[in-house]
């Protein structure tokens, strides 16, 4: 999932940061509702927070309320003082494995089909 709309503000300054989550995660019983992460996200607008106890603090949540097999948490803030910052959070179950990755770039490309 990407959020491209995430807000806060910085704690120092009150100025408005902005930046890009990505979420990528696999559900194990329970999975992420749209419209409630929506909602969720938009409650930091008013909320003055660091970049990384920001990312931090939403990938716990998230992990909290779905208990995925594994999440990953990108967050990308623009420009600020000159400096991008990208944050990355993280979480494994205990045990979890990914499958093994499939080569989808081995395939040989399709061929044209003229249509009939």
Known sequence: MEIPEFTCL???TGQPDF???EVDY???RLCIELKALKLYVWSFRAEGAFHEAVTN???DDLVRAVRPRFLRLTARF???GGIFTTIVAEHRKR???PAP???LDA???AKPRRAE
Request: proline share 17%.
């Open 10 to 12: 910085c704690p120092l």
């Open 95 to 97: 045990g979890w494995r």
């Open 78 to 80: 623009n420009v600020r």
């Open 57 to 59: 603090r939403i990938a």
């Open 26 to 28: 696999v559900p194990d």
């Open 19 to 21: 930046a890009t989550l």
């Open 101 to 103: 990755a499939v080569a």
């Open 107 to 109: 395939l040989p490309p």
